[in-house]
């Protein structure tokens, strides 16, 4: 039987790059406002504060990561039809 | 201490990456949009540009093609920064001129390591790529 393969490197769903964008700007936010804050943490000598915020980060790279394993960002102009290879999203 | 002019319209990617950057040691200006951009690379004389591509008055793109088309600013290197990360949105910031691209969420080590690249090794205040501040 061929197709793709279970599990997160399995099938990839097409979404508009305008949602992917929209979705990897407040992630960003969060990603660098909780590293933003383990640095603080740690300046300030409150290292019990950095393992949760840690986690905090931790959550939101995952979040990307499968964003990018689920998702191919298409252009709106090519909603309606399959992306062109080279507007797919690389790797 | 080198000086980075960064060219964002959101108002917490701003905050967020102004504020890393200064703690790494760098100056930071910073500017709202493609034309603000452009007349801030004038005046402030910034050793770097960190240009967001989505802007609004004047995009990313435009705003690149201006700096690099002046006498006065066309050797000062621009990354640019984007959170489309698909593979033409890289070939487009390159043709309009952006010395390298980087896409959002920042990671700061990479994002510090074309920093310096570009700035001939030139770190920002006390901190080497990479590492958090002491």
Sequence with gaps: ?91 | MPRILLVEDNEMNRDMLSRRLERKGYQVVLAVDGQGGVEAALAQAPDLVLMDMSLPVLDGWEATRRIKAAPATRHIPVIALTAHAMSSDRARALEAGCDDYDTKPVELPRLLAKIEALLGGAAGGTASAGEPAP
């Design chain 1, 1 to 91: 039987m061929t197709g793709p393969p279970d599990g997160e490197a399995g099938e990839r769903h097409e979404l508009p790059a305008e949602l992917i964008h929209d979705l990897r700007t407040p992630l960003g936010q969060v990603i660098g406002y909780a590293e933003l804050l383990v640095e603080r943490a740690q300046e300030a000598g409150d290292e019990g504060m950095v393992p949760d915020l840690r986690k905090i980060s931790a959550a939101g790279y995952r979040i990307l990561e499968l964003i990018e394993s689920r998702f191919t960002a298409v252009r709106a102009a090519d909603a309606g039809g399959p992306a062109a290879p080279a507007e797919r999203k690389g790797h």
